[in-house]
């Protein structure tokens, strides 16, 4: 069975940075595409961004693009999500997904872990 599991969230000041890390088990991930979502209060979950786990190939969304930084260890089978210049609309439940290549649902879910950016 596959299982997610997200850590590294906390609470940052604007300005600063955290990393979260996914560890995957379960299953061989090499045709797998590994993605980061968000969630804030009120609003729908949105994409973050995404890696393959073999070529290691990489999307963000464009609220992210040059602050955020997504890879994978495939040693460790856990990939992270490192955050920089973080700013207070940051502030989001941020979950890891997995999906196969060749599909476009992420369809195995982390619990998710929490990361609040203070103004």
């Known amino acids: 069975q596959v299982q997610l599991v997200e850590s590294g969230g906390g609470l940052v000041q604007a300005g600063g940075s955290l990393r979260l890390s996914c560890a995957a088990s379960?299953?061989?991930?090499?045709?797998?595409?590994m993605g980061w979502f968000r969630q804030a209060p009120g609003k729908e979950r949105e994409f973050v961004a995404s890696i393959t786990w073999s070529g290691g190939y990489t999307a963000y969304a464009d609220s992210v693009k040059g602050r955020f930084t997504i890879s994978r260890d495939t040693a460790k089978n856990t990939v992270y999500l490192q955050m920089n210049s973080l700013k207070p609309e940051d502030t989001a439940v941020y979950y890891c997904?997995?999906?196969?290549?060749?599909?476009?649902?992420?369809?195995?879910w982390g619990q998710g872990t929490q990361v609040t950016v203070s103004s």
């Open positions: 997904a997995t999906r196969s290549r060749t599909s476009s649902l992420y369809n195995y």
């Open positions: 379960g299953r061989t991930f090499s045709n797998y595409v």
